[in-house]
C-alpha cells in the first residue's frame, strides 16, 4: 500500500499518486516566484524564476528548488546549493554596485580591474566584452545532475560606453545579464523558498 503524505503548505501545482508506478505518492508545485528582468516583447517574457517543488515516493519526501532561466533551461537545488547561489548572487550585486553605476564613460581599450578574460565574439553588439572571476556553484538536483550555475561580474563595451551586468548562466546556457538589484530580488526569492520548504 501507498503511504500518501499530506500536501506541504507551499503547495499550489500537486499531481495525484501514479497508480502505474509502485511508491510513488504524488507531486507538489511551489508558486513560481518571478525575478523580471526588462519589459516583455510579443514575443518573449525576459523573467528569472524559482519554485519549490517536491516528490513523495514510498512515504518519504524529497524537495528541491527549480531555478528557471528565461529559455527555461534550469537547475534543481537543493535548500543548501540555493542559499550557496543566493550568497554568490549577493555578492555579484554588490560588485556591481561598487562599480558605481551600470552606464558609465570609458577609455578605449581599457578593461576594468575585475576583467580575466575578454572577447569580442561575446556579444556582436558590443565592441568589447569582459568577463570577471566565475563563481560556480555545482548543483545536482533529483532528475538533473551535473549542472553548475555560474555567477560572474560582466561589462560590455558599446560606442565607448561601459555597461555593467551580473552574468548568470545555468547548464552553460546564454548568458542572462542582471542589474545589482535584480540580482538580489533573485537571490531574495531563492532565500524565500528555502525558507518554505525548511518549515514544511
Same mark, same amino acid.
Not at 110 to 123: K, L, N, R, T
Not at 129 to 151: E, F, I, M, N, R
Not at 168 to 197: I, K
Given at each position: 500500500?501507498?503511504? +500518501?503524505?499530506?500536501? *506541504?503548505?507551499?503547495?499550489?501545482?500537486?499531481?495525484? *499518486?501514479? %497508480?502505474?508506478? %509502485? &511508491?510513488? &505518492?504524488?507531486? #507538489?508545485?511551489? =508558486? $513560481?516566484? *518571478?525575478?523580471?528582468?526588462?519589459?516583455?516583447?510579443?514575443?518573449? /517574457?525576459?523573467?528569472?524564476?524559482? =519554485?519549490?517543488?517536491?516528490?513523495d515516493r514510498h512515504g518519504v519526501r524529497v524537495s528541491w528548488i527549480d531555478l528557471v532561466m528565461p529559455s527555461r $533551461?534550469?537547475?534543481?537545488?537543493?535548500? @543548501? =546549493?540555493?542559499?550557496?547561489? @543566493?550568497? +554568490?548572487? /549577493? @555578492?555579484? &550585486?554588490?560588485?556591481?554596485?561598487?562599480?558605481?553605476?551600470?552606464?558609465?564613460?570609458? %577609455?578605449?581599450?581599457?578593461?576594468?580591474?575585475?576583467?580575466?578574460?575578454?572577447?569580442?565574439? /561575446?556579444?556582436?553588439?558590443?565592441? !568589447?566584452? #569582459?568577463?570577471? %572571476?566565475?563563481?560556480? +556553484?555545482?548543483?545536482a538536483g533529483p532528475k538533473l545532475s551535473g549542472a553548475d550555475v555560474q555567477v560572474r561580474l560582466c561589462a560590455k563595451? /558599446? !560606442?565607448?560606453?561601459?555597461?555593467?551586468?551580473?552574468?548568470?548562466?545555468?547548464?552553460?546556457?546564454?548568458?542572462? $545579464?542582471?542589474?545589482?538589484?535584480?540580482?538580489?530580488?533573485?537571490?531574495? @526569492?531563492?532565500?524565500?523558498?528555502?525558507?518554505?520548504?525548511?518549515?514544511?
Amino acid at each position: 500500500m501507498t503511504t +500518501v503524505l499530506p500536501c *506541504p503548505r507551499w503547495c499550489v501545482e500537486h499531481e495525484s *499518486p501514479d %497508480p502505474t508506478e %509502485p &511508491g510513488d &505518492g504524488g507531486r #507538489h508545485g511551489g =508558486q $513560481e516566484l *518571478p525575478v523580471l528582468l526588462d519589459m516583455p516583447t510579443q514575443s518573449t /517574457i525576459p523573467v528569472v524564476f524559482v =519554485q519549490a517543488n517536491a516528490h513523495d515516493r514510498h512515504g518519504v519526501r524529497v524537495s528541491w528548488i527549480d531555478l528557471v532561466m528565461p529559455s527555461r $533551461e534550469h537547475a534543481e537545488l537543493t535548500l @543548501a =546549493q540555493a542559499r550557496q547561489v @543566493a550568497d +554568490v548572487l /549577493i @555578492a555579484g &550585486g554588490d560588485s556591481w554596485d561598487a562599480d558605481k553605476c551600470t552606464v558609465r564613460t570609458c %577609455p578605449p581599450q581599457c578593461c576594468p580591474s575585475w576583467c580575466e578574460q575578454h572577447d569580442e565574439a /561575446i556579444d556582436p553588439s558590443a565592441d !568589447r566584452w #569582459h568577463g570577471g %572571476p566565475v563563481c560556480a +556553484v555545482p548543483v545536482a538536483g533529483p532528475k538533473l545532475s551535473g549542472a553548475d550555475v555560474q555567477v560572474r561580474l560582466c561589462a560590455k563595451d /558599446i !560606442r565607448r560606453r561601459r555597461q555593467v551586468s551580473v552574468g548568470l548562466t545555468v547548464w552553460n546556457d546564454t548568458v542572462t $545579464e542582471l542589474t545589482g538589484p535584480q540580482a538580489r530580488r533573485l537571490a531574495a @526569492a531563492l532565500l524565500n523558498v528555502a525558507d518554505d520548504l525548511c518549515c514544511a
